[in-house]
């Protein structure tokens, strides 16, 4: 799928490890904070050669709060597997050196406001101009047209604005955030899937194309099954998908457990095991609806009987019959034995902050199943390395030319 068969300062550094179904794919990102460049990320972890190109100032996510000095968390969870390099687009001679860059790439990925990339010459029809099989991706706030297509977006002021904090608090009570960047996150999936659609096609058509992934369009997105509104139905209609009465967290004797038990089998199993079977096969309580309706007598019941016995007893209890977790801290999650069994923790080494362990490549392929994740990369890391490659590469003669 490459631009060229020749070396390119896309291959600054061989990745160790079995190619992935994007080995060979040449990805320039321009993007900073959560959505775009945790995309890009998913695209190296199946192989794309990543480079992260910043600003001197760097990607804003540097700067967030985090207990490590050398790097912020979050930028090092956000980028792994990528080449750091450093331009300011506002200057030509280095504008000039991203235009180099493009000729050579299969995908640009950046999250400028929509009236940005005109402005430094970066918008899709220009580089289209200069590399007709680019895949341009566009990460915006709110989309290419609109009111509010210039307004700047962040995941909880889209979180807010569509519904999902007020669908997230009590009944009656505030509105509340969902903490852990979902709507970036799950946009970052939509570039990862939009990008390699686009490649796809590409392998047909032979040309690029544009990509546009909105923070807007990813929180509605997330909420397909409440964006569903009947002719005739009155507003304000019950649109929470979650269960109520029994399906949710509760105290135990120690700590909190997650129960899930909507399924007739998974409810029966529920009741046995607290020690309460004839709860289970009331004619009362037999459905999901039932049981929400008469939730302030079974939580009684069932927080007295949890009382008995710790989360992660109850866990262990219930096994495979009744779906349940203990309540966590991430922290649990490094030894795991199903993230362990699974492979999901790998240890990196950076050149400041040294030997972390973090997340791997999140989807298996049997295969292709790609190469070994990298650190993320120190700001401007490799920016010498790729210009002096740039200089080299156009130093060889194309084998057409020579």
């Known amino acids: 799928m490459s631009a060229s068969n020749n070396p390119s300062p896309f291959d600054i550094a061989q990745r160790d490890g079995a190619r992935g179904p994007l080995s060979g794919v040449r990805v320039l990102d321009l993007s900073a904070y959560i959505a775009g460049p945790y995309g890009c990320t998913l695209l190296a972890d199946q192989g794309a050669e990543v480079i992260k190109v910043e600003p001197p100032i760097g990607d804003n996510l540097r700067k ?28 030509t001679d280095q504008r000039a050196v991203l235009m180099r860059l493009v000729r050579e790439a299969d995908v640009l990925v950046h999250n400028f406001r929509p009236s940005v990339p005109a402005r430094l010459g970066i918008d899709f029809d220009s580089l289209n101009k200069i590399n007709p099989r680019l895949v341009y991706c566009a990460v915006t706030g709110y989309g290419e047209d609109g009111p509010l ?16 904090c007020a669908m997230q608090g ?4 505030a509105p509340e955030i969902l903490y852990g960047s979902v709507v970036d996150y799950y946009a970052a999936a939509l570039v990862a899937a939009g990008v390699s659609s686009a490649l796809f096609e590409r392998e047909r058509s032979g040309e690029g194309q544009y990509v546009g992934v909105s923070l807007l369009r990813s929180a509605l997105t997330m909420q397909s099954a409440r964006m569903i509104w009947a002719e005739g139905e009155p507003e304000g209609v019950g649109r929470d998908m979650r269960s109520g009465g029994v399906t949710g967290i509760h105290p135990t004797a ?8 909507n399924t007739p089998r998974f409810w029966q199993a529920l009741c046995d095991k607290i020690g309460l079977p004839a709860m289970g096969s009331d004619p009362r309580y037999d459905t999901v609806r039932k049981r929400a309706e008469h939730s302030d007598e079974l939580l009684a019941k069932l927080h007295a009987a949890l009382a008995a016995r710790s989360a992660l007893d109850w866990e262990a209890l219930f096994g495979e019959e009744v779906p349940c977790a203990a309540a966590r801290k991430v922290e649990d999650m490094f030894e795991h034995p199903q993230v362990l069994a699974e492979e999901m923790i790998t240890t990196l ?6 030997s972390y362990r973090g997340i791997t490549r999140p989807i298996v392929f049997g295969r292709t199943p790609g190469p070994q994740p990298f650190a ?3 700001k401007g890391e490799h920016t010498e390395q790729v210009i002096g490659m740039l200089d080299e590469h156009a130093a060889v003669p194309h084998p057409d030319q020579a």
């Open 64 to 91: 967030y709060p985090s207990t490590l000095e050398a790097e912020s968390r979050a930028f090092l969870g956000v980028n792994r597997s990528k080449r750091g390099v450093v331009l300011d687009l506002k200057e």
């Open 149 to 164: 297509k210039d307004k700047a977006g962040y995941d909880q002021v889209l979180q807010t604005m569509t519904g999902m």
């Open 170 to 173: 009590k009944p009656g009570g």
């Open 254 to 261: 120690q700590g909190h457990l997650y129960i899930s038990a």
């Open 349 to 354: 080494q950076h050149p400041l902050l040294g």
């Open 376 to 378: 993320a990369p120190c």
